[in-house]
């Protein structure tokens, strides 16, 4: 008997439908290798729901992702809509899943896969075997926190607002999420704020350490300012194993993290909220590189993202480990046989295309 699962794509904007449908391509083959069926809904959000409804997030996309037991999502965004209202914008997609579905944990792995090491812009002997977890909080902090707005002053100048605010609550559910992974890991956890200069960083600060003496005292547990450690993921990163930290440092810091695998291309992500009374943990997956408009529509972005994003859900929402283990090997394997989207082309190699790498990975996938 097949379990029937209801998934939610949401293709999006710019590169986002040629990578999903890249990753949706797989779905057959994992039909065929594990317990799951899939039922697949497809909508619209970001810009492409603007052009349909004016609105980057419909009230019915909202409800399709709650009802669903996991959303895909491709990425938002482009130059087209620079012009829509700043309360319209096509960014307001992903924020208001995030919100409305509870997604508060935003699980970015950084991978170096060593057919890539060369792929990097950081020296390899720096970045070789890196493998670190950034859990950034992702529904609150600064994106979220009021007052917030663009005020006109009576001097005729202007003021713009946003106000970072955490909650001990907030603090204490993420940092139990980094806590519980890190024992599936090393063990170990770097949270980091700016409690030099931010309450809201000392509260953080303070609350991790808290929550980690009383119920986590086999984890270990360091803390660093958040300047400090864009340094450090540059100098030393494989000190690091999870990285704990607020939804605007973690914005910062995991574009870091994934250039040093060589490319914004090869980074998957997992957005989790709490389990709901049906059982289900409410999860969003999404490779982190955006909506990449200047090579949208040409077959050149590299699909891989949106592929172990693909892995990430088989494995945190269905518990699918070995069909997503093999997922990622096929990825690796396609790199060791030299293929390379032009974000990762270096000398010597095949250069392919959007679909040639997706279908490449089948390919893996099938003779496996
Ligand atoms: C990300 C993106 C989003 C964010 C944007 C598109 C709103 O940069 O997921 O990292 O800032 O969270
Ligand atoms: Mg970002």
């Not at 529904?139 to 007052?147: A, E, H, K, L, W």
């Not at 707005?149 to 005729?156: A, K, Q, R, V, Y």
Request: proline share 5%; glycine share 10%.
């Amino acid at each position: 008997m097949k379990t029937e699962k209801k998934l939610l794509v949401l293709p999006g904007d710019g590169i986002g439908p040629e990578v999903t449908a890249q990753a949706i391509n797989l779905l057959k083959w994992v039909e065929n290798h594990s317990n799951l069926s899939f039922k697949i809904d497809e909508d619209l959000v970001g810009g492409a729901s603007i052009d349909q409804h004016g609105i980057p997030l419909t009230d019915t996309v909202i409800e399709k992702a709650k009802q669903a037991d996991a959303v895909l999502f491709g990425a938002v965004g482009g130059p087209k809509w620079d012009k829509v209202g700043f309360d319209k914008r096509p960014e307001l997609g992903i924020i208001g899943l995030r919100k409305e579905m509870g997604l508060f944990a935003n699980l970015r792995a950084a991978t170096v896969f060593d057919p890539l090491i060369d792929a990097s812009t950081v020296k390899p002997d720096i970045i070789k075997g890196l493998d670190l977890m950034i859990v950034r909080e992702s529904t609150g902090g600064v994106y979220f926190g009021s007052p917030r707005g663009i005020e006109n002053l009576p001097d005729g100048t202007r003021k713009g607002i946003n106000t970072e605010v955490y909650t001990s609550v907030e603090i204490e559910r993420i940092a139990r999420v980094a806590f519980d992974l890190a024992r599936q890991r090393k063990n170990k956890v770097c949270s980091v704020d700016k409690s030099n200069v931010m309450e809201s960083g000392l509260l953080w600060k303070e609350v991790v350490t808290e929550i980690q003496k009383r119920d986590y005292p086999d984890v270990e547990l360091s803390h660093m300012l958040a300047d400090n450690c864009a340094m450090q993921l540059v100098r030393r990163p494989l000190q690091f194993d999870i990285i704990l930290t607020s939804n605007l440092f973690g914005d910062i810091l995991s574009d870091l993290a994934a250039m040093l695998t060589g490319s914004l291309g090869m980074l998957p992500s997992a957005t989790l909220g709490k389990r709901g009374d049906n059982g289900v943990i409410p999860a969003l997956y999404e490779p982190i590189h955006g909506s990449a408009p200047d090579i949208a529509g040409q077959n050149k972005a590299n699909p891989l993202a949106q592929i172990l994003s693909l892995a990430m859900l088989l494995r945190y929402s269905f518990g699918e480990d070995v069909v997503a283990a093999k997922i990622i090997d096929a990825c690796k394997q396609v790199l060791v046989n030299g293929l390379r989207t032009p974000d990762i082309m270096g000398p010597g190699k095949k250069l392919v295309g959007t679909s040639e790498m997706g279908q490449a990975v089948l390919e893996e996938l099938n003779n496996q």
